[in-house]
């Protein structure tokens, strides 16, 4: 009588290892690191926002005179002339 024998398979690697892991491991941190790039400005408008006890913005003549155009149309042939545009932001 024979025994049978079987091959030991080869071990594989763990998931996550090798090269098409580590593609993915880099990718995931490159990622991560270019988000985290793109919302640091955004987080200290936030920030600044929150400090700033008031602040007045000029509008710049561009939109003043886009903003003439649509009150005009809505007027039906009226005319409406601003001289200059100046938006308070405040905490309250």
Not at 5 to 12: D, F, G, N
Not at 32 to 37: D, Y
Not at 58 to 84: C, K
Request: aromatic share 4%; net charge positive; glycine share 10%.
């Amino acid at each position: 009588m024979h025994s049978i024998r079987s091959r030991h398979a080869s071990p594989s690697p763990p998931r996550g290892r090798g090269p098409v892991g580590a593609l993915q491991r880099w990718l995931g941190s490159a990622l991560g690191l270019a988000l985290s790039v793109a919302m640091l400005p955004l987080a200290l408008l936030a920030a600044l926002a929150l400090f700033v006890p008031a602040l007045d913005v000029h509008v710049p003549s561009w939109a003043t005179a886009r903003i003439e155009a649509r009150v005009a149309d809505s007027l039906a042939g009226g005319a409406v002339e601003f001289g200059a545009i100046t938006v308070g932001l405040g905490r309250d």
